[in-house]
Each structure stands twice: as C-alpha cells, then as structure tokens.
C-alpha cells in the first residue's frame, strides 16, 4: 500500500522554507557550500542553491559526494555498486558544509557522507539538511534542516521522485 506524503508544491515549499533557514542560521552564504549525497542528494542540493541564490542575489557552491566505498554494508550487497561522480568545486578548509540528501533514516549514509567529505578537507562545521526524516536512528545524527518529519514503520519505505531524474515530484510512503 502507497500514500502520497508530497507533492511537487510541497516540496518546493520544503525546500523554500530550508533555504531560508540555512541563510538565517549561517547568517548568510559567505563561508558557505552545499554538497549532495548521490543521488537524490545532488538535485535537492541545486534546488537549495537555487532558492538561496535568489534570497540572497549571490553565488553558492554545490558540490556532488559519492559515498559508495565508505558506506559500512558494501560488503553485505550482492550486486555491484555503480560508483558516481564527487565533484568539490571549491576548498571546503574552514568552510560550513551542508551535506543533503533525500531521506534521513538510520544514519549509516551521513556517516559515510562525512567519513567521505573529510577526505577533502577540514570544514569547520559540517551541517545536514535532508527532504525527509523518517526515524529510526541507528547513530547519533540529526538534521538541522529537514523538510517534514515523516514517523514510518521500520520496514516502509520512502520513495522521492524529482523531475530532474526524469518523473514528476513526490514523495510516497509505501508501507513495508
């Protein structure tokens, strides 16, 4: 069974309302960049410059991370991992990086994402920002920024398509 959680102007809301947050708790995009997590991560992270670029009429990074052999289940996965792109535009020494990805659910990718970021350099603060948190942290992780709290059972899933990555925008819970 599937319920539809958001649609694409809710979404557009969640990630207005983020961006603001961002801006607000950074006191602006001086020391700022934004990195998305492959893949659902790297859309929302250019819909977030985007929003913040026009609030604040100036230029963010964005940067692609690719966490595939840092994640603590490669060994557990019978297919291949199909490895993509990391691309860091910019020197993240000293800088707030905002990681984001789709769904906030144990926490094992945002500990990859940041074993993976440092591999880059020593940001001096690293914060998350994530479309969904569903719950069930198996690490000490949280969001500073998300864009709705959905509590799911264990065994659900959340589904986000963008129209980036070719369907329409949504979010969908599918019960486990």
Known sequence: MSKSILDSNDI???IRRMAYEIIEKN???GNLCLVGIQKGGVTLA?????QIELIENGHI???TLDITFYRDDLNTKSEQPVVKRTEIPCNIDDKTVVLVDDVLFTGRSIRAAMDALIDYGRPANIQLAVLIDRGHRELPIRADYAGKNIPTSFDARIEVTLEENGSSD???LVSG
């Open 27 to 29: 006191k602006g995009i």
């Open 61 to 63: 990074e964005v940067g």
């Open 46 to 50: 250019n819909r977030l410059a985007s």
């Open 170 to 172: 949504s979010v969908i």
């Open 12 to 14: 557009n809301r969640a």
